[in-house]
């Protein structure tokens, strides 16, 4: 157990629609990471908060958004959802953002239908 | 951009072969690889992280290398509960993770 939690563990949706992902991070950590895997694309990076604040964006597209709150848990936010988005999709947290080991969360399968 | 590449896609080894896991990368300034372990529908399980070259590190049957341009996963004597997916990542100064598709171990027993 890493000791970051996700719900929910399961998520099946239709097109068009929109779904929201939680994370709370482990006790201690002020960064959180958002990623999707597919089995075509493998690990994706797509978005960094470290203490609130927007730090990092890799692949996400502009019907995803995220935040983080003030007691650290994040949101990953999915709209108009396509069959292709379609994945799981895993928080990861760490202490900080330059070096430190990113721990992930058991991850919520997303079907869209 | 940075790149990982991990090879090979997918192994089977008999309980006790030993072998190695290889992962070469490109990165604009590693600031550090890590290894993790992934079963199906889990999320990846942290293993090691290696920040320069000759860096060694060691957990029960693995075994973590660093050199330049590639590290390796060595697995002495595996058992068939080593099986799972092996995933490589480099930490550039984009301070994103890279990803490789990672190595599908399968230990028979």
């Known amino acids: 157990d890493s000791g970051v939690t996700q719900t929910p563990k399961h998520l099946i949706t239709a097109t068009g629609q929109r779904v929201t992902l939680r994370c709370s991070p482990r006790?201690?950590?002020?960064?959180v990471y958002w990623y999707q895997q597919s089995l075509d694309q493998g690990l994706q990076f797509l978005i960094q908060?470290?203490?609130?604040?927007?730090?990092a964006k890799g692949n996400i597209l502009e019907r995803f958004s995220a935040q983080q709150f003030p007691d650290l848990h994040s949101e990953l936010n999915l709209s108009s959802l396509e069959l292709g988005d379609s994945a799981l999709y895993f928080c990861?947290?760490?202490?900080?953002?330059?070096?430190?080991?990113?721990?992930f969360g058991p991850g919520t399968r997303l079907t869209v239908l | 951009e940075d790149q990982v590449t991990q090879s090979p896609e997918a192994l089977r080894l008999q309980e006790g072969e030993s072998s190695s896991l290889n992962c070469s990368y490109t990165?604009?300034?590693?600031?550090?690889l890590f290894w993790y372990r992934q079963d199906p529908g889990k999320g990846p399980e942290f293993l090691f992280t290696?920040?320069?070259a000759g860096e060694e590190k060691e957990k029960e049957r693995l075994k973590a290398t660093l050199t330049k341009k590639e590290s390796f996963l060595h697995i002495t004597a595996p058992k068939p509960e080593d099986s799972a997916t092996y995933l490589c990542?480099?930490?550039?100064?984009?301070?994103?993770?890279?990803f490789g598709s990672g190595t599908q171990l399968t230990v028979l027993p």
């Open positions: 990861a947290s760490s202490v900080d953002v330059a070096t430190d080991t990113q721990y």
């Open positions: 006790s201690g950590d002020l960064s």
């Open positions: 908060y470290y203490n609130g604040e927007e730090r």
């Open positions: 990165v604009s300034g590693l600031r550090g």
């Open positions: 290696l920040y320069s």
């Open positions: 990542a480099v930490l550039g100064s984009a301070r994103q993770l890279t």
